[in-house]
């Protein structure tokens, strides 16, 4: 409205508008007032039902920690946690509450909403102060407020006490309590902040930011102090809710939902050993038969806690009524590795749940023991191949009574066995059995030497069963070797160390003794005045293996020589 020169009749205009005005505003302002009443009355209402919700939610708790404490019982320990919390502050509002409007009435009504417009009720009002007050009546709602207008009791009870701001405070912990229950639901933590928020809000013009106490209850009229504390009162009460919600769906987060489940048994072996004892698992498996789950079967990898992929070449295994029917053709002999991960629908999203085990694959054999032919040659490398059906050949063990035994190739089970003594040999076979060395069996064997070689002078050759030679062949033969044929055993040797000789010289027959394989001069002589037609004998010819100790000295057969 301008101002300026007006003419005294506008100015009679302008402060009748002036007055009228202010009528009006004061007439709303008493609306506005008494609406705020029926708001907090509302809202009281609100946490009331929130209060009943969370109460069920609670007696859910402690029916799943009965039922599961392991499971259950840290979820419905942090629930009462946060309700514990919840209550104190909603009562730490109420006492407040309660001294706000006693202040300004100097009493209070408890109970249902009072219409002033009608008769009070006997027994609902009181003048005690809140330390005086029973619990029952401190869990009555507050039924009026008369003095709706008063601007001082809110700034004095609550501001310039101190109170907003230790109320403040432990919002703030509320707050950040919840928080980190949220965990990584965003949606919630913002809910949650945006709910308990305690920040200073910006003032008008120039005058900076207005804490939250001072915005809140500084200068507010009773009515709209009440109603405020009546709405932090339901937000705490909302996200109590919240929380303790998530809190009870996290009991069964991951978990799998199953509509079936059948008796399942899984032995340790299928193989067993008389005397052993046979062992299995008997436990329940649960399926949904209304999902199968994928199953992949290769190597895999984890990606974080609880998490994993698959990496490089994997089959995925077809699944008949929830089971997954895996195949694979064996290529090689020994202890197969094998495992994979079984993915699931939850609610939460695909869980992945790993699995290993194990297989032994043995070669196609057929066995056939010549018994009357257990025999091992002394001071030589036997080779020897052993088993123990149903366990791979690295699983197993052997010793010998007589000798050394030593691995050759463990892994497909050879071994060479070298006696060093005449006489029997026993060779036992062990495997591991639950973890445990046990004897599987043993096997006798006889021990004896390797056959005797057979002299031989080199170049001579045998005819219609003589053996014949010219003497100048023999004399180049050097001497007397020993020959061993037919024995399939590597590095046997023989050396000749002695023997005699015997021919004609110079028309009288001549025996000469020598040691060592070969042939001294006076046999030399011999067998170069030696006619054609006549005979040497060579007799007493003794050997002895060169490549072992302990064996004895082997008596030859004669040689008997034509000359040509």
């Not at 405020?228 to 705490?236: A, F, G, H, P, T």
């Not at 996200?239 to 509509?259: Q, V």
């Amino acid at each position: 409205m301008a101002g300026g020169n007006l003419s005294p009749r506008q100015k009679m205009i302008n402060m009748m508008y002036l007055v009228l005005t202010a009528l009006l505003a004061l007439n709303v302002s008493k609306e506005v007032l008494n609406s705020f009443f029926e708001v907090n009355t509302g809202v009281v209402r609100t946490t009331t039902n929130f209060s009943s919700k969370n109460a069920e939610t609670y007696n859910a708790f402690n029916s799943a920690a009965e039922l599961n404490p392991v499971k259950a019982g840290p979820f419905r320990d942090q629930a009462l946690a946060v309700k514990k919390e919840a209550d104190n502050i909603v009562d730490f509002i109420q006492e407040y509450k309660y001294s706000l409007v006693l202040t300004v009435d100097k009493e209070v009504y408890l109970g249902q909403y009072l219409d002033l417009e009608g008769e009070e009720i006997e027994g609902n009002k009181t003048e005690l102060t809140w330390d005086n007050l029973t619990k029952e009546q401190r869990k009555l709602n507050i039924a009026n407020l008369s003095n709706k207008e008063n601007r001082d009791a809110s700034g004095e009870i609550l501001v310039n006490s101190g109170i907003a701001s230790e109320l403040k405070s432990i919002i703030n912990d509320y707050r950040k309590n919840l928080i980190v229950l949220a965990g990584d639901n965003d949606v919630l933590k913002y809910n949650i902040n945006d709910a308990l928020s305690t920040k200073d809000k910006l003032g008008k013009g120039k005058s900076g930011k207005i804490s939250w106490e001072v915005y809140n209850f500084e200068d507010m009229p009773s009515v709209g102090a009440l109603t405020l504390l009546s709405k932090m009162q339901s937000d705490i009460r909302n996200t109590e809710a919240d929380i303790i919600k998530l809190l009870r769906e996290n009991i069964d987060a991951g978990s799998l939902k199953f509509t079936s489940a059948e008796a399942i048994q899984i032995p340790t072996s299928t193989f067993v050993l008389r005397g052993d004892s046979f062992r299995s698992q008997i436990f329940i498996s649960a399926k949904d038969t209304t999902q199968d789950p994928t199953i992949y079967v290769g190597d895999y990898d984890s990606i974080g806690p609880g998490q994993y992929e698959m990496v490089g070449n994997f089959d995925t295994v077809k699944v008949v009524n929830g089971k997954g029917m895996f195949s694979r053709r064996t290529s090689s002999a020994g202890l197969q590795n094998w495992g994979g991960l079984v993915a699931m629908k939850t609610e939460s999203g695909v869980k992945t749940y790993p699995f290993k085990g194990n297989y032994l694959v043995a070669n196609k054999t057929a066995v056939v023991s010549p018994v009357n032919m257990n025999i091992l040659y002394l001071e030589v490398d036997n080779p020897l191949k052993i088993s123990v059906p149903g366990f791979s050949a690295g699983e197993i063990t052997a010793s010998i009574t007589n000798g050394k035994l030593v691995s050759t190739k463990k892994n497909i089970g050879e071994y060479t066995a070298r006696p060093n003594k005449k006489g029997k040999a026993l060779v036992t076979l062990y495997a591991k059995v639950d973890g445990k060395k046990s004897k599987m069996g043993s096997v006798e064997f006889r021990v004896k030497e390797v056959p005797p070689p057979k002299a031989k002078i080199q170049l001579a050759s045998e005819s219609n069963g003589t053996m014949m030679i010219e003497k100048m062949e023999m004399v180049n033969s050097g001497g007397v070797l020993a020959e061993l044929k037919d024995f399939d055993f590597k590095g046997v040797r023989y050396v000749v160390i002695s023997y005699r000789l015997t021919g004609m010289y110079k028309g009288e027959q001549m025996k000469e003794n020598t040691k060592g394989p070969a042939f001294s001069d006076k046999m030399v002589n011999i067998i170069k005045n030696t006619k054609s037609g006549n005979t040497i004998t060579i007799s007493n010819i003794k050997a002895k293996r060169v490549d072992a100790k302990n064996t004895a000295v082997r008596p030859l057969d004669p040689l008997v020589l034509e000359i040509k």
